[in-house]
C-alpha cells in the first residue's frame, strides 16, 4: 500500500504563488506515474498536473505556464509550484500515483489507483 500526504495549501490573492507538496510513503517503490488533480465546489474532479519517473510531463491547458510540477525519485514525492494564480484556480488539490506500469495519458483519464487527503487552495482578494 502507498500513503500520500499533501501540504501547502492556504489562502492567496489573485496573482500570488503556492507550492503543494506530497510526500508518498508505504511500498514507495510500486509507484510509477504521479500527479496532481484538483476539485472545484460543484465540479468533478479534474487532472491538472502528472509526470513520470522518467520526467515526462503533462498539464491541463489552462494551468500550464502558470503551474511547475517537479519530482524527485529517490522517496517519490512530487511538487507543484502554481504562480499567477487565479480565482478559478480555487479547488481542493489532491495528489495521485499510479502503480508502475500505468501511462501518463492513462492516469490523466482516469488517476491511479492511490489518492491523498486532499489540500484547499483559495485564490481570493
Known amino acids: 500500500q502507498v500513503q500520500l500526504v499533501e501540504s501547502g495549501g492556504g489562502l492567496v490573492q489573485p496573482g500570488g504563488s503556492l507550492r503543494l507538496s506530497c510526500a508518498a510513503s508505504?511500498?514507495?517503490?510500486?509507484?510509477?506515474?504521479m500527479g496532481w488533480y484538483r476539485q472545484a465546489p460543484g465540479k468533478q474532479r479534474e487532472f491538472v498536473a502528472g509526470v513520470t519517473s522518467g520526467g515526462t510531463i503533462d498539464y491541463l491547458d489552462s494551468v500550464e505556464g502558470r503551474f511547475t510540477i517537479s519530482r524527485n525519485n529517490r522517496d517519490n514525492s512530487i511538487y507543484l509550484q502554481m504562480d499567477s494564480l487565479k480565482p478559478e484556480d480555487t479547488a481542493v488539490y489532491y495528489c495521485?500515483?499510479?502503480?508502475?506500469?500505468?501511462?501518463?495519458?492513462?492516469?490523466?483519464?482516469?488517476?491511479?489507483?492511490?489518492w491523498g487527503q486532499g489540500t484547499q487552495v483559495i485564490v481570493s482578494s
Open positions: 508505504g511500498s514507495i517503490f510500486s509507484i510509477g506515474v
Open positions: 495521485n500515483a499510479a502503480r508502475r506500469g500505468l501511462t501518463l495519458p492513462t492516469m490523466r483519464i482516469r488517476g491511479g489507483a492511490y
